[in-house]
């Protein structure tokens, strides 16, 4: 799924499956980065659980485009 902010940042947020378990993807779209636990910047960051990510991006601001 694409989301965009305010700031003109984009993401996209997507739903992987690797090794028989779920994970939520959030990869940064262009020059969008995405913070990880520790404040650093990645160009993605994923969860074990959706509510994890959901709660990250809309602190972020990010809602569907």
Partial sequence: MHMVNDKGEAVYYNLVRKN???YWLVQGI??????GRDRERRK??????EQQAERYLARHGFRAD
């Fill in 20 to 22: 028989n378990k779920d």
């Fill in 30 to 35: 262009g020059s969008t980065v995405v913070y």
């Fill in 44 to 49: 993605s960051r994923h969860f074990t659980q």
